[in-house]
Nanobody
Framework: QVQLVESGGGLVQPGGSLRLSCAAS????????MDWYRKAPGKQRELVAS???????NYAESVKGRFSISRDNAKNTAYLQMNSLKSEDTAVYYC???????????????WGQGTQVTVSS
């Protein structure tokens, strides 16, 4: 099995910063894309940022210039650096990974349990 564990959430004032981490562990042969999604109360889940194994990144318009996604392939870990946080960034943030568990096996999607980010004064 594969587990994704997020950490780094919390309460921060507007304009502050947080860094989220997502560590993948278990039976892993290869990880393709790693993504961060968020779900705010009363809103649909949205893709915040994604990064391929080669380092190509993509961001939601609402976070461009403020958030930065990165990954350490040797550690199977992705990060989300969030700067200039706004109240509208308040949500539960989920990590997602597209994983191949062994050579020639199919790719599967895995999700973390989520970490709460609250931006409030």
């Amino acid at each position: 099995q594969v587990q994704l564990v997020e950490s780094g959430g919390g309460l921060v004032q507007p304009g502050g910063s947080l860094r989220l981490s997502c560590a993948a562990s278990g039976s892993i042969f290869s990880i393709d894309t790693m993504d961060w999604y968020r779900k705010a109360p009363g809103k649909q889940r949205e893709l915040v940022a994604s990064i391929t194994s080669g380092g190509i990144t993509n961001y939601a318009e609402s976070v461009k210039g403020r958030f930065s996604i990165s990954r350490d392939n040797a550690k199977n870990t992705a990060y989300l650096q969030m700067n200039s946080l706004k109240s509208e960034d308040t949500a539960v943030y989920y990590c997602h990974a597209h994983v191949q568990r062994s050579w020639g096996n199919r790719w599967n999607d895995y999700w973390g349990q989520g970490t709460q980010v609250t931006v409030s004064s």
